[in-house]
């Protein structure tokens, strides 16, 4: 059952196709062309066979973005011409630890420009749907690559407020990262949220960086995104959006387990005296 899955979402309309780029920090960054259009919602995963570098083993990452959009100008006479026309793209950013990830790091560091492309399977979507349109105050806290969760989140509650769809009215994104190379993994996307209509009104973002080179390397672009070394002291960053809150409060986390655990700790401490919600995702992958 699960072969004939894989073969009806990535046969047909010219196959499923993969562009690898190296990356900064030992990351690299997969843009998907689906055979056929899929549905993608914040926080979902899928697995990908890549049988240039793993042969048939199949590994799961959180899907970062995910874009749609109409080949050609033709007009669709049928079901089959309206899914040939419709075209779906899937992102993530992996970074390279071994086995699998390592191996596609390396042949992509060596293909001409630092990008290839390479026969790809996709399997998916999974994972439950923690969505947060329901929080008047949305803190989403990142550490690394724990950012391919959370980015989506972002671009959905974003719109979701333009468009007056979901409660949020206050959007903290906080990432905590090792170098400002390690911008690049999201920068394309990020540019296209911070373009997005009414995010001034809506969407902060606190960039923390832990092992700055020097203290130029840290700068804060402007009101709304801003910069620091080091990281969070997340007690004080929690009761600063207490006191102007608007809503119930939810804390979503992506990142190393003692991230998670400090965040969670300083959450339940509030509890008692303000309506505040903790909301993991395990970082396993």
């Not at 049928?78 to 699998?100: E, M, P, W």
Request: charged share 20%; net charge positive.
């Amino acid at each position: 059952m699960r072969i004939l899955r894989l073969a009806y979402r990535n046969v047909g309309c010219g196959g499923t196709k993969a562009l690898v780029e190296a990356l900064p920090g030992n990351a690299v960054r997969i843009t998907v062309a689906l055979a056929r259009p899929w549905t993608f919602a914040p926080g979902q995963h899928a697995y990908l066979y890549m049988p240039s570098i793993g042969l048939w083993t199949s590994h799961p990452f959180s899907v970062a973005w995910s874009q749609e959009a109409r080949a050609g100008s033709s007009l669709a006479t049928n079901t089959q011409d309206v899914l040939a026309l419709q075209k779906t793209s899937i992102s993530f950013v992996i970074r390279a630890r071994t086995g699998f990830t390592n191996t596609l790091l390396q042949k992509t560091e060596v293909a001409p420009g630092g990008r290839m492309y390479t026969k790809c399977f996709v399997e998916g979507p999974y994972g439950k749907l923690n969505l947060m349109r329901s929080y008047g105050t949305a803190i989403l806290v990142a550490g690394g690559i724990g950012i391919t969760y959370q980015v989506p989140h972002v671009r959905d509650l974003v719109a979701g407020y333009a468009n007056g769809t979901v409660a949020a009215r206050k959007i903290l994104l906080v990432w905590i990262i090792q170098s400002p190379e390690h911008l690049e993994w999201i920068r394309p996307w990020m540019t296209e949220i911070l373009a997005m209509e009414k995010r001034r009104d809506v969407l902060r973002i606190k960039l923390f960086v832990s092992r700055p080179r020097s203290t130029k390397e840290v700068h804060s672009p402007s009101a709304t995104v801003q910069m620091f070394p080091g990281r969070p002291n997340m007690d004080t960053l929690i009761d600063m959006e207490i006191e102007s809150q608007i809503g119930a409060m939810g804390v979503s986390v992506c990142g190393s387990g003692s991230l998670s655990d400090d965040v969670r700790s300083v959450v339940r401490r509030r509890q008692s005296r303000t309506n505040i919600d903790f909301i993991e995702e395990a970082f396993t992958w």
